[in-house]
C-alpha cells in the first residue's frame, strides 16, 4: 500500500484522457478509503471534483461524493469548494444536506449558496439550471 502523502499526490495529479482511466481513479479511492478517513485528503478530494465539473466519469465521481459524506466535518471545505468552483457533485452534496432539513452550510444559507452557484462565472449550464430549479 502506498504511503498517504503518495496516493494524495495521484489524486491530486489524476486526468482522465480516456474512459479506462476512470478506472485507475477508482482504485485511487478505494485505497483512500482503507486508510479511513484522513483529514489532509479533503481539499485534494474537492480539488480532484473541480477539475471534473461536469460529471463524465461514470460513477466514479459519486463515489468520491460518498467518501466526502463519511467525513465528520467537511462542510467549511465544501463551501470554500463552491466557491471556487462548482460542479455536478458538490451542488448534489448540497442538495443532500439541504434534504435533510439543514438551513445553512458552514454557516451560509443554503439558498444563498445556491444563488451564488447560479451566478458563478463558471458553473456549468447544467448546474445553473438544477440551483433555479431547486431555489
Known amino acids: 500500500m502506498r504511503s498517504l ?4 499526490l495521484a489524486i491530486t495529479s489524476f486526468q482522465a484522457t480516456e474512459a479506462d482511466d476512470w478506472l485507475d481513479l477508482e482504485d485511487l479511492l478505494q ?3 482503507e486508510v479511513g478517513e484522513p483529514p489532509e485528503a479533503l481539499v485534494p478530494l474537492f480539488q480532484l471534483l473541480e477539475r471534473f465539473p461536469k460529471d463524465e466519469s461514470n460513477g466514479v465521481l459519486m463515489g468520491v461524493l460518498h467518501g466526502i459524506e463519511t467525513y465528520p466535518s467537511y462542510e467549511q471545505e465544501l463551501v470554500e469548494s463552491l466557491q471556487r468552483q462548482p460542479t455536478d457533485i458538490t451542488l448534489f452534496l448540497v442538495r443532500r444536506i439541504a434534504n ?3 438551513q445553512a452550510i458552514a454557516g451560509q444559507p ?3 449558496l445556491y444563488e451564488q452557484i447560479g451566478r458563478h462565472p463558471n458553473t456549468p449550464t447544467r ?4 440551483t433555479q430549479d431547486w431555489m
Do not use: D, F, H, R
Not at 448546474?127 to 438544477?130: A, D, E, H, R, S
Open 5 to 8: 502523502s503518495t496516493l494524495l
Open 127 to 130: 448546474v445553473q439550471k438544477l
Open 100 to 102: 435533510t432539513g439543514q
Open 31 to 33: 485505497e483512500l478509503w
Open 110 to 112: 443554503i439558498k444563498l
